[in-house]
């Protein structure tokens, strides 16, 4: 997946991503060494526990991320 350098945010609330979608955006994120993005919405997208554990690894790593939801 390429992740822009200039994206500084990413607003995906209500599109249903559930925990897989939620999974491969969070861990493209995670793994890019140049993504800058510094706001994240992830509202009414079904996200569980599995989705949780993708967004919080995002968390531990991102310093750019500024603002979850």
Do not use: W, Y
């Not at 925990?19 to 569980?48: F, M, P, W, Y």
């Amino acid at each position: 997946m390429f992740v822009s350098t200039s994206l500084t945010k990413i607003l995906v609330g209500g599109n249903k991503l559930g925990n897989e979608g939620a999974s491969i955006l969070c861990n493209a994120l995670r793994e890019s060494t140049v993504s800058k993005v510094q706001e994240l919405d992830l509202n009414r997208n079904h996200i569980g526990p599995d989705g949780a554990k993708a967004i919080a690894a995002l968390c531990a790593v991102t310093g750019s991320l500024t603002k979850i939801s």
